[in-house]
């Protein structure tokens, strides 16, 4: 990847799009008002936000507009990590953030939120409706005893009732959670169990790939092995009526009611997130109404460049943090595109379908969905009108360079690509879309305004057009405030401030180029390696998986006892296809024409299918701690693998290694 600029980026934002940008016209306002540079662009306005920490985010809460019930002290009272404390003495809450436009007579019959099914039909929900519906909710919540601080679970697919269950709970000051309903009970339970809701939303099953999934056995199983629920909410979402005991979505959002807003500290529970806990019951992530309210502000507002005119669109679940980031486009005031179904039915194609129907003007995806679309020869720039789409964002793994090419050739040429790193742990991204900045093939534009994000060698020194382990050198409001049940912090600090004491290590592998842009290659703690030479994995899978006979792939790298070091690639095959001597002398040949001799594997070997967390991520590491041997039972937490079976094949590897 070379940092000259010697070459045209693959695209380059007009003066007049630069000129409109919201980025743009708070930077003006910034540097009037508060001190900021009037010159020098996003880099000189990313260096004053770190450097000026206190006086950036405190333009951040003026230009948007926060609602504070009572003032604050200061911005920052304590700068060290973990442990930071933002704007103490202030109260908001992030509810009434939320629903802000329906105040407005010109906005309130908009809609606030666009639902699409599989029949791919939107369906709108006004602001005025959306708000009244809250209102309901959060007086029966309160009829039921529902308290600020107390926890308010969601067994629930990505329909409007699961935004509206959480704007009710973050209204009344209680701490919303949520699981999506293709997690077992046991994974459920791994979950809400830790945090011992008082209120359970629940649907009777929800409908994938042209199926229904039926899961009133499964609500069942949570509502016996939940003993602290007082109440529990039925949708009907396949038709069936409320069993014994539990209330009907309709009955408790029916009262035309004003929302009532319940002030909470800056830094009380919002929700709590769950990382995909590889190892050990899933981390309880805690994190605060006023911090998420202030850094999504910002990144939806200043990097997404959102408002009132967009529509945004990204493909979640409710079981991952995109979900919550997505609600929070009720922030700026934009019609919010909630897709149940699957991201592949009826045809690959589905997602741009929606895009289309909705009148997205982002739309957010995973890589893997875009390396799908290539490699089923989707043309979306042909085959369907997306002529609103400004934005294509994608996250969960790095883009691959034929992935930007592939989406600037077949979406459009002039098409903003942002490939967008981040964190469950921050519910954000550290590094990604500038809608003033050039778009290089295979980076992320820049590290995101208040995030002094750094390349960190072993040693603790930053380092430019090197890898080095991701770290953030200042605190950010989104950051946890604690994980649950964790009462002396050390299963926080361990997690993220155990290399680099007072600095957070987010376990990734980076390169920072000279020009502020920012290359993300795979996880650190399942790094290659080889000779001393440290490698990314999603290098690998990058290359390999242009093969069509690839579907998907697995590079571990082993250090053995002896000094040796084993690095396996395993393959899951097309339909069709056979790993013969012809098929692995080309993915060698590929790898090493591509990457570097020292990235081709010791040996490739044909597997039944990856394993994933539950939120859709390769597992790297368990599988190495099986490969060294590790007991299944102590390498991996059962409830977090999409399909536990496929572990015992890696694990009978380790045996026949012996």
């Not at 000051?173 to 809400?192: E, M």
């Not at 002039?414 to 964190?423: E, K, M, N, T």
Request: glycine share 8%; proline share 8%; hydrophobic share 40%.
């Amino acid at each position: 990847m070379t940092s000259a600029a010697n070459h045209a980026p693959l695209w380059q934002p007009d003066p007049d799009r630069i000129a409109a940008a919201r980025i743009t016209r708070f930077q003006a306002w910034a540097a009037e008002r508060h001190g900021a540079p009037a010159e020098g662009g996003y880099q000189a306005l990313h260096r004053w936000s770190v450097d000026e920490l206190e006086t950036f985010w405190q333009a951040v809460a003026e230009w948007f507009e926060i609602r504070f019930s009572t003032p604050y002290a200061r911005v920052l009272a304590d700068r060290s990590m973990p442990g930071a404390q933002w704007f103490p003495g202030a109260t908001l809450n992030y509810a009434e953030h939320a629903l802000r436009t329906a105040e407005d007579p010109a906005r309130a019959h908009d809609p606030a939120l666009l639902h699409v099914d599989e029949t791919h039909e939107p369906t709108p929900i006004s602001w005025s409706e959306l708000r009244r519906q809250v209102g309901a909710l959060a007086a029966e919540l309160r009829a039921l005893g529902v308290r600020p601080g107390d926890r308010v679970s969601g067994y629930l697919p990505n329909i409007p009732q699961a935004v509206t269950a959480f704007l009710a709970t973050a209204a009344v000051g209680a701490v919303w959670t949520s699981c999506a309903p293709d997690f077992g009970a046991r994974s459920v339970l791994d979950r809400f169990q830790q945090v011992e809701p008082v209120v359970l939303f629940t649907v009777d099953g929800y409908r994938y790939g042209g199926k229904e999934h039926d899961r009133t056995q499964t609500v069942a199983e949570l509502r016996r092995e939940l003993p602290t629920l007082r109440a529990v909410v039925h949708i009907p979402l396949l038709g069936t009526d409320a069993p014994e005991g539990a209330l009907d979505w309709s009955a408790v959002t029916s009262q035309d009611v004003e929302p009532v807003f319940e002030p909470v500290p800056f830094d009380h529970p919002l929700w709590v997130l769950y990382s995909s806990g590889t190892t050990g019951l899933p981390k309880a992530i805690v994190q605060s109404q006023g911090g998420i309210l202030l850094e999504h502000f910002k990144q939806i507002g200043l990097h997404c460049d959102l408002g009132p005119d967009d529509r945004f669109f990204w493909y979640t679940s409710t079981g991952w943090m995109m979900w919550n980031f997505l609600v929070s486009g009720l922030l700026t005031g934009t019609t919010v595109v909630l897709y149940d179904g699957s991201p592949g039915y009826p045809d690959t194609g589905a997602q741009w379908r929606v895009a289309e129907r909705t009148g997205a003007t982002l739309f957010g995806t995973s890589a893997a969905y875009v390396m799908a679309c290539a490699k089923a020869e989707v043309h979306p720039g042909r085959d369907f009108d997306l002529s609103r789409v400004k934005c294509v964002a994608t996250t969960g793994s790095p883009l691959p360079p034929d992935g930007f090419r592939w989406l600037h050739d077949e979406v459009a040429d002039d098409l903003w690509i942002a490939s967008v790193s981040g964190g469950t742990d921050v519910c954000s991204c550290f590094a990604g879309a500038v809608p003033t900045l050039p778009v290089e093939i295979g980076e992320l534009q820049a590290a995101c305004l208040g995030t002094d994000l750094q390349s960190w060698d072993p040693q603790g020194k930053p380092v430019i057009d090197e890898v080095g382990e991701l770290v953030v050198t200042n605190p950010m409001p989104s950051m946890p405030i604690r994980f649950w049940n964790d009462p002396d912090g050390s299963r926080y600090r361990d997690s993220y401030f155990e290399m680099y004491p007072g600095v957070w290590r987010h376990g990734d592998w980076i390169t920072i180029t000279d020009r502020g842009s920012v290359i993300i290659h795979g996880r650190s703690d399942s790094t290659l390696n080889r000779q001393g030479v440290r490698m990314g994995s999603a290098d690998i899978y990058e290359v390999v998986e242009r093969l069509p006979e690839i579907r998907e792939s697995l590079v571990i790298g082993l250090e053995e006892p002896d000094g040796g070091y084993w690095m396996p690639l395993f393959v899951h095959l097309a339909e069709g296809a056979a790993l013969d001597d012809d098929l692995r002398a080309r993915i060698k040949q590929s790898i090493r024409e591509n990457l570097s001799p020292r990235h081709v594997p010791d040996d490739i070997i044909e597997v039944p299918g990856v394993p994933h967390t539950l939120t859709g991520k390769r597992i790297e590491v368990p599988v190495k701690r099986l490969l060294q041997g590790t007991p299944l039972a102590k390498a991996v937490n059962p409830g977090s693998v999409d399909d536990l079976g496929l572990l015992g094949f890696y694990e009978d590897i380790a045996r026949n290694r012996k």
